[in-house]
């Protein structure tokens, strides 16, 4: 019989932690849960607690004088406790799906302590780049993509070192607004922004891949995940979400992952790599699928795409602006306070007058993200005001 590894998962409440708890529920000869987390949803992590029965589950955003729970097990509150779960001696594998740059310090606790980081938390890679990258390089832990497009590529590339890859190619559905005109933009609403064609995911992702910066982060985690060259990633829109991503590496030969859109299936990979464990998801049928189809991103009608771009080229504390900003930016928007167009606007505003600095510490990184939301919130507040 083949061990159990053991399993924290940070963020067990939301899209890709229910997720997990799928793929470990379906695994259980094989993973056994060793910690479970979330903010404040307490009622659905003490459900998943009694089921699972962990070591212990954190309320991140709760504390033990006002909390209850049916489950009698060790609880643990603060964001502190979620840094301690990364990087408990009892996991092998930390599966962080957080949401926002609040997950970075976890990452760097998993990466720290050695562990399997399956990382779904893009914000926290994007924030801290360069300390997430460091460690990993320093540590022996090691860092499997979640998101479908960077596990596509880690499929793709099979271990082989960037030098030999001449481009990656990443695929992006073009989300709800794909055909929409950009003069029609300023009509959108919330609910049509959360109608995602082709993916079942939480309400701030869904946002940023209807504005595209979904896409932007994606290039700037590509860009860290997989030592490649900025320029060097290419994005197409392919909406129906078959292909997940290509590696053309430089002999010619472009290998493309394909399947059916879900996320359990890059989250058993990053469980499992390099093996491969059954699944019963429903099988690509090339014929059934009909012709593949491509288009060029509309640069004009998305600028969330370009100013994340800009963001990573400029570099250092850029890129936790921009992914701090858009937060915000998205907040607000979910909230009615700004219309689907303020949010390139606010994110605009903060990044054009970015005095920037190196992300070396994550006290930079931190003092980086207070100081890009503070500006958005303004920015959002002078928009309203005008
Ligand atoms: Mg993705």
């Not at 310090?105 to 399997?116: N, S, Y």
């Not at 399956?118 to 890679?125: P, Q, V």
């Not at 073009?174 to 959108?188: V, Y």
């Not at 998305?302 to 602006?321: D, H, N, Q, S, Y």
Request: proline content about 5%.
């Amino acid at each position: 019989m083949v061990e159990r590894r053991g399993v924290v998962v940070l963020g067990a409440t939301g899209s890709v932690g229910r997720s997990a708890c799928n793929v470990l529920r379906r695994h259980a000869d094989r993973f056994r849960v060793v910690g479970l987390s979330a903010a404040q949803n307490s009622d659905a992590l003490d459900m998943l607690a009694a089921e699972f029965e962990p070591e212990f589950a954190v309320l991140a955003g709760g504390d033990a004088d006002t909390h209850e729970a049916a489950w009698t097990g060790e609880w643990r509150y603060g964001p502190a406790a979620l840094i301690e779960a990364a990087a408990d001696r009892r996991a092998d594998i930390v599966v962080n799906a957080l949401v926002g740059s609040a997950g970075l310090e976890a990452t760097l606790a998993a990466l720290g302590a050695g562990k399997r980081l399956a990382l779904a938390n893009k914000e926290s890679l994007v924030a801290g780049g360069p300390l997430v990258v460091q460690a990993w390089r320093d540590g022996t832990g090691d860092i499997l993509p979640v998101d479908s497009e960077h596990s596509a590529i880690h499929q793709c590339l099979a271990g082989r070192p960037s030098s030999e890859v001449r481009r990656l190619i990443l695929t992006a559905s073009g989300g709800p607004f794909r055909k929409t005109p950009a003069s029609e933009f300023t009509e959108i609403r919330c609910a049509d922004a959360l109608a995602h064609p082709t993916w079942d995911m939480g309400s701030k992702i869904t946002v940023d891949s209807a504005t595209l910066a979904n896409k932007a982060l994606e290039v700037i985690e590509a860009h860290l995940l997989f030592d490649i060259a900025l320029d060097s990633i290419e994005v197409v829109v392919h909406p129906t979400s078959i292909i997940h991503s290509m590696v053309e590496f430089r002999d010619g030969s472009t290998m493309a992952q394909l399947g059916f859109p879900t996320m359990e299936v890059p989250i058993l990979y990053a469980l499992a790599a390099p093996e491969r464990l059954p699944n019963e998801f429903e099988p690509f049928d090339p014929v059934a699928a009909g012709p593949l189809e491509f288009e060029h991103v509309r640069h004009d009608a998305f600028p969330m795409f370009e100013l994340g771009l800009a963001a990573a080229r400029t570099g250092g504390t850029a890129p936790a602006a921009y992914s701090a900003a858009n937060e915000i930016a998205v907040a607000a928007f979910l909230e009615g306070e700004l219309p689907f167009t303020g949010i390139p606007e606010v994110v605009d505003a903060v990044l054009g007058s970015w005095e920037g600095g190196p992300a070396d510490s994550v006290q930079a990184v931190v003092v980086a993200d207070s100081e890009a939301r503070r500006q958005a919130m303004e920015a959002v507040g002078n928009r309203r005001n005008r």
